[in-house]
DNA sequence: CACGTACACCGTACGACGTACGCCGTACTA
DNA sequence: TAGTACGGCGTACGTCGTACGGTGTACGTG
């Protein structure tokens, strides 16, 4: 039954793999993965739940391109700068969107085959570091460890029960502290009140990593 | 009805708390979290699902309750040591132990309040980097770096389709190769290739960025 | 001994889920 | 006008978590 246009009809817009895609995406980023579901996703767009077959084969296809979408909206290396910035701007980049769509960690796991955008990061990242001068080896490395690192960073920070600093201080006073009685845990209790007290902001953290792992690669470039 | 000591009966053992517990763990380790289901899991204990829930209030809790048990397996970093070696162990040992329970990885995101092994884990570790000499900032500087670090490199090795290095030879030279044409993907090709070539081992990948991390966290001690 | 209470366990039911299967209008081609 | 392809959907099956209300056994108390 296609969409005729009816004079006084709601003239629903005919679907399309782009629209289910659209819709899927922002379900997950306002409600949740667990609110992405076939007959909801097929509700939301006025349509019934089996009509989303004729885009995508499974909800695991639906998946995948979601994932692949969230990496087309990462910042490739820009290619103008050097090594260090080009790298520090796509974490930064990776991070932030990853921030934005905390349900794509928790699908990274189970995927086995990169999508295209993943695979272009990869290549424009490893073409970057090669340019610099490090080693086949080493690019490879240190496209470990930059991954392992903007993941990991990702996947904290999604388990992180809030969002600004001023909702850190409260709950790190209320929440966290109370959980960490000095006898049984003195550090982390010194290290609470001791961030607490001096306006620690977790947000800042990931730079500090990622500016240090990027000046101890440096080093490692053949033409250092 | 409690299980009495018939002498022909099969003499199901009782339930339990531990039991249930275990079991889940096995039945996550062989066929992956999603055969993790209530009624799964009470028929494989030769009970109903419903039984369970004396156990665990709800299945949110028995998650939590795994996710703990796998913390702690994991080694507390050793005291004896230096604080480089210490820290060494411990992510070693992490990154072992989530190898071994690949479907910790994906839990750990939804899980806002760390259990209590891992809070005893924090605690260790933040003990090890002040003792090193390591300031309060630093130490927690030095927890996210390494944690995200450990908790990334396994959600990648998570995907990985293979599990050791001939499986890897084979999967990259007849899989990803082909998937990888030189001249859209000129340096992923290239490297490719050239790890193919050098019998690359991914398995051993973890160590260097550890060691690195380790290196260049060591400068920055205050009693350096 | 009888009786009440607490505990461990379970059967059933409800509303979700992914998706196999088959049907039905519409539109276009011959 | 008949045939065919396509986009869309209704129904049904087997799964899930879990709310609710049982039922039997064990044990403390009279």
């Keep these: 039954m296609a969409e005729e246009d009816v004079p006084g009809g709601e003239a629903r817009p005919a679907l399309s793999t782009e629209r289910v895609l659209r819709e899927a995406l922002r379900l997950a980023d306002e409600e949740g993965l667990g609110a992405v579901s076939m007959r909801r996703l097929g509700r939301e767009l006025g349509a019934g739940a089996m009509s989303l077959y004729h885009y995508f084969a499974s909800k695991e296809e639906l998946l995948d391109a979601m994932i ?43 995927r086995t085959t990169p999508g295209s955008a993943n695979l272009r990061h990869h290549e424009a990242v490893t073409a970057c570091l090669r340019r ?3 080693s086949v080896l080493m690019a490879t490395h240190a496209n470990w460890l930059l991954d392992s690192y903007v993941y990991g960073f990702a996947l904290q920070e999604a388990s992180l029960p809030f969002d600004t600093v001023d909702e850190f201080a409260d709950m790190a006073e209320d929440v966290y502290l109370p959980q960490l009685p000095p006898d049984q845990f003195p550090y982390l209790n010194e290290s609470a009140a001791a961030l607490i007290a001096a306006g620690y902001d977790p947000a800042e953290e990931f730079i500090f990593g990622l500016d240090l792992i990027l000046a101890a690669l440096e080093p490692l470039r053949a033409s250092a």
């Design 68 to 110: 692949d979408v969230v990496f087309e909206e990462i910042e490739l290396p820009p290619e103008e700068t050097g090594w260090q910035s080009a790298i520090r701007r796509r974490a930064v980049s990776a991070r932030q969107v990853l921030a934005r769509h905390p349900w794509a960690n928790s699908l990274m796991e189970s």
């Design 132 to 134: 610099a001068g490090f």
